[in-house]
Structures are given as structure tokens and as C-alpha cells.
């Protein structure tokens, strides 16, 4: 971790994990990679080590964090997906040489073609069909928080998951219920 930049929220699923690297988008928004380094930061707790990054690749990975944001949303809300984050996604996925390789103790690995962003970039556009398309075993949510909002990925038995992180968003919820219930009836009279 690196000093005056925000925390990442690592979560499980590769796509959604992306689109959390900007959160609370329906309060104040926190971006987590505000600068080209972060985005190596990030990329490397996945598994998807890249050598450098320019600003341009930055935005190239911020595009398709937004497209999969979109397209994810529409998802989970059983609406059409945005044509625009469609097309992203797929040029993303198309725009990188990326091989899923075994490790000799059986891991996945992802082998980069040049380590650059845009190999890495299609191992997310991937991840974001794979989860989109309904290849993967789970459903597209969004989160119960009104500021989060964000598009997460159950694959929980019941389907039944509320946040996108119980950690931070379903802890504060639970906070604001707790602090709620013991202000109380009589709270409200004041
Ligand atoms: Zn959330």
C-alpha cells in the first residue's frame, strides 16, 4: 500500500472488483486509481503485472471501468445493455494478448503477451463478458447502499447478498439501523 492514496476494496469477482476501484459513485465518489502507478498497484494484487503505465492507458482502463459499470447495471436491472459499453468491451477484450496458463501446482496464471495495460485490460473485458453473459454461475446485483449503487456479482447459494462489500457498505448500513433503533421512538419526539 502507498501512502495518501485510497485503499483498494478487493473483492472476488475480477469485473466487479474493477468497477469498485471507483466507488460510492451516488455520494462522494472515491477513485482509486488517480494516478497511472495505482492502476499497476491494482492490477498486480490480480495477478496482471504490467511493466508501466501511461496516463493515456489510464484512460483507456478508467473507459473501460465505466463501460463495464454500465453494462453491468443494465444487467442487473434486466435493461437493454448500453450499445457504446457493448462495443468497449468487446474492442478491450479483442485488444490484448492474454493466456491463462497452469502453474506447476495446478493455479491459474495469466501470462501476458507484452505486460502491457491493454493485455491486461482484456483479461478484465473478458472476466466482464464471462459475468455479463451469464457464463458464470451467480447474478449481477446492486448494492442496497443509495450511495454505492454499485454492480456486484452473487454467486452466493441463495442469491440473497444486499452489498457489494460487507465490510464497508453492509457494515454501515448495519451502523446507521443500530444508531436508528436507539435513538428510537423517543429520539423522534424531540
Ligand atoms: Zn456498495
Known amino acids: 500500500m502507498r501512502a495518501g492514496f485510497p485503499e483498494f476494496r478487493l473483492g472476488a469477482v475480477l469485473a466487479t472488483s474493477f468497477t469498485g476501484t471507483l466507488s460510492e459513485r451516488f455520494g462522494e465518489p472515491v477513485e482509486r486509481i488517480p494516478v497511472p502507478h495505482r492502476l499497476i498497484d491494482w492490477l498486480a494484487v490480480y495477478g496482471l503485472a504490467v511493466d ?5 492507458q489510464l484512460d483507456l482502463a478508467r473507459e473501460l471501468r465505466e463501460s463495464v459499470h454500465a453494462a453491468a447495471t443494465a444487467s442487473a436491472l434486466r435493461e437493454p445493455l448500453p450499445a457504446d459499453a457493448v462495443r468497449i468491451i468487446g474492442d478491450r477484450s479483442a485488444g490484448g494478448r492474454a493466456a491463462a496458463v497452469l502453474t506447476p501446482d495446478g493455479q491459474r496464471r495469466w501470462r501476458l503477451g ?10 478484465i473485458a473478458a472476466d466482464a463478458v464471462d459475468v455479463i453473459s451469464g457464463e458464470r454461475d ?12 454499485a454492480a456486484f456479482f452473487d454467486a452466493s447459494q441463495s442469491r440473497t447478498r444486499k452489498w457489494c462489500d460487507m465490510n464497508t457498505c453492509g457494515n454501515r448500513q448495519k451502523k446507521a439501523r443500530f444508531n436508528a433503533a436507539r435513538r428510537g421512538p423517543a429520539g423522534a419526539a424531540d
Open 52 to 56: 508501466s503505465c501511461s496516463l493515456e
Open 114 to 123: 507484452a505486460s502491457s495495460v491493454e493485455d491486461a485490460l482484456s483479461v
Open 138 to 149: 451467480g447474478k449481477l446485483a446492486l448494492c442496497a447502499s443509495p450511495t454505492c449503487r
